[in-house]
Nanobody, 116 residues
Framework: QVQLVESGGGLVQPGGSLRLACTAS????????MGWYRQAPGKQRELVAT???????DYADSVKGRFTISRDNAKNTVYLQMNSLKSEDTAVYFC??????????WGQGTRVTVSS
């Protein structure tokens, strides 16, 4: 069973920054696409950013230019650097690992609150 553990959430003022991290257990981390998703209160979970095993990133339009996804395969960890945070970025952020055959795993989530 794969475990994904997120960290780095918290309370930040508008315009501030946070870096989230997600560390995965298991082997072959480097070959899997990793993603960050978020779920705000009363809303559906939405894609924030993904990064392929080869390191190619993709972003939701709402975070382009503000968020950066990266990975350190030696540490089995994917990061989400979030800059210029807005109140609408407030959500629980989840890490996801996509494997072959439609298999995927979720982390437990880390809460990000953007408020003055």
């Amino acid at each position: 069973q794969v475990q994904l553990v997120e960290s780095g959430g918290g309370l930040v003022q508008p315009g501030g920054s946070l870096r989230l991290a997600c560390t995965a257990s298991g082997s072959f981390f480097a070959i899997y696409t990793m993603g960050w998703y978020r779920q705000a209160p009363g809303k559906q979970r939405e894609l924030v950013a993904t990064i392929t095993g080869g390191g190619s990133p993709d972003y939701a339009d709402s975070v382009k230019g503000r968020f950066t996804i990266s990975r350190d395969n030696a540490k089995n960890t994917v990061y989400l650097q979030m800059n210029s945070l807005k109140s609408e970025d407030t959500a629980v952020y989840f890490c996801k690992q996509d494997r072959s055959g439609g298999t995927y795993y979720w982390g437990q989530g880390t809460r990000v609150t953007v408020s003055s």
